[in-house]
C-alpha cells in the first residue's frame, strides 16, 4: 500500500504555479490606495509648500515672484521673526494652552464617564447614549449653543451668577481670558465623550478575573482602579490622548463661530485662514499654515517616540 502511494524513483513533485509573486501583488493591491492618498494629501501640502515660497499679485492674474530676491524664504522669516511676528507667536501660544487645558480636562471627564458606562446596572444603554450626544453635534452648532448659553443678555450663566450674588455683567465672549475659557468649556463639552469612548474601549478588553482575584486580597475599590484599572488601562489612554492633542493643535472651527479669534482665542489654523482667505495674502498665509502643519507633525514625532515607546513596553509586559 505503501509502495503504491510512494512516487517513482527519480520522478521530482510537480511544483505548484504561485503567479504573481505576493510582493508585486501587495502593491498592485496598496497602488490604487497610495495614489488617492497623494491626490488628496500629498498634493495639496506640495502645493501650499509652494504658495509660501512665493508672492502674489492680486492685481494681474498669474504674476508671481520668489519671496525674497535673494532667498524663496522670505514668508517664513517675516512670520517667524518680521514685524507682524508676534500675531503668530501669540496664537501658538493661546493653541498650546488651548490644547493642554482641554485635554487634561477631557482625559480626567471621559475617564469617569467611561467608567460609568462600564458598570454593569440597568439603564447602561440610555446612559451611554446620553453621554455621546454632545459628540455628535456638529462642531458649528456646539459653539452657537455656548454662544447662546454665555450672551449677556440671553444667556443663563450671567442669570444664574446673579441669583447668588456674584457679578451678572460678565461680557464672556468680549473679555480676556474669558473667552478662551468658554472655548475650553465648549470643547471639552463636545470632546470628552469621544475620549470616554475610547478609553471605554480599554475597559472592555480588562479580563474582569483581575479584579476577583484584587477583591479576594482584600484590595479596596480605590486600590483596584490604582494598582489594576490604570496601568492595564495605560494604552488605551495614550491614544486617545494622542488623537484628541493632535486634534486640539488644529483647532479652527470653534474660535471661528465664537469670537472670530479676537479676545485671546487666535489659533494657528485660524490666523492661516485669516492672512490667506480674508487678507487675501497668498504666500504668507500659506507659510503659515505650512508651519502649523510642521508643529502638529512635531507634536506627533514625540508623541510616537516617547508615548509609543510607552506603549511598546506595555504590551511586552
Do not use: C
Given at each position: ?9 527519480g ?9 504573481i ?5 501587495a ?6 490606495s497610495l ?10 501640502i506640495?502645493?501650499a ?12 492674474a ?5 519671496a ?9 522669516t ?12 501669540t ?9 493642554i ?33 454632545p459628540?455628535?453635534?456638529l462642531?458649528v452648532?456646539?459653539?452657537i ?6 450672551e449677556?443678555?440671553?444667556g ?8 447668588v ?22 470643547d ?17 478588553v480588562?479580563?474582569?478575573?483581575i ?17 489594576l ?26 474660535p ?7 479676545f ?5 489654523s485660524?490666523?492661516a485662514y485669516?492672512?490667506?482667505?480674508q487678507?487675501?495674502?497668498?504666500g ?33 509586559e
Amino acid at each position: 500500500m505503501e509502495a503504491a502511494t510512494a512516487p517513482a524513483a527519480g520522478v521530482q513533485p510537480k511544483r505548484r504555479s504561485r503567479g504573481i509573486p505576493e510582493r508585486r501583488l501587495a502593491w498592485y493591491m496598496v497602488s490604487p490606495s497610495l495614489v488617492l492618498i497623494a491626490l488628496v494629501a500629498l498634493y495639496p501640502i506640495i502645493y501650499a509648500v509652494w504658495l509660501s515660497l512665493h508672492q502674489y499679485s492680486l492685481i494681474e492674474a498669474g504674476l508671481t515672484r520668489w519671496a525674497e530676491p535673494n532667498s524663496p524664504f522670505g514668508n517664513y522669516t517675516e512670520a517667524l521673526w518680521g514685524s507682524d511676528s508676534s500675531a503668530f507667536w501669540t496664537a501658538t501660544r493661546i493653541t498650546f494652552v488651548f490644547t493642554i487645558a482641554s485635554v487634561i480636562l477631557e482625559l480626567i471627564i471621559g475617564l469617569a464617564m467611561a467608567m460609568a458606562m462600564h458598570a454593569a446596572f440597568k439603564g447602561q444603554g440610555i446612559l451611554r447614549t446620553v453621554i455621546l450626544v454632545p459628540w455628535a453635534v456638529l462642531t458649528v452648532v456646539t459653539a452657537i449653543t455656548w454662544q447662546t448659553i454665555f450672551e449677556p443678555e440671553l444667556g443663563f450663566v450671567n442669570t444664574m451668577l446673579g441669583a447668588v450674588g456674584l457679578p451678572d455683567d460678565t461680557v464672556w465672549l468680549g473679555e480676556e481670558p474669558q473667552a478662551l475659557i468658554v472655548m475650553i468649556i465648549a470643547d471639552v463639552w463636545k470632546t470628552a465623550p469621544f475620549m470616554a469612548l475610547l478609553i471605554l474601549a480599554g475597559l472592555q478588553v480588562i479580563p474582569g478575573e483581575i479584579y476577583e482575584a484584587g477583591k479576594v486580597d482584600g484590595a479596596s475599590a480605590w486600590q483596584r482602579f490604582q494598582k489594576l484599572t490604570l496601568p492595564l488601562l495605560m494604552p488605551a489612554i495614550l491614544v486617545a490622548l494622542i488623537f484628541r492633542t493632535l486634534d486640539a493643535l488644529r483647532i479652527f472651527d470653534l474660535p471661528w463661530v465664537l469670537t472670530k479669534g479676537a479676545f485671546g482665542t487666535d489659533t494657528m489654523s485660524l490666523i492661516a485662514y485669516q492672512t490667506f482667505q480674508q487678507n487675501r495674502l497668498v504666500g504668507e498665509g500659506s507659510a503659515l499654515a505650512v508651519l502649523t502643519f510642521i508643529i502638529v507633525m512635531a507634536v506627533s514625532f514625540l508623541y510616537i517616540r516617547f508615548i509609543g515607546g510607552n506603549l511598546k513596553t506595555m504590551a511586552e509586559e
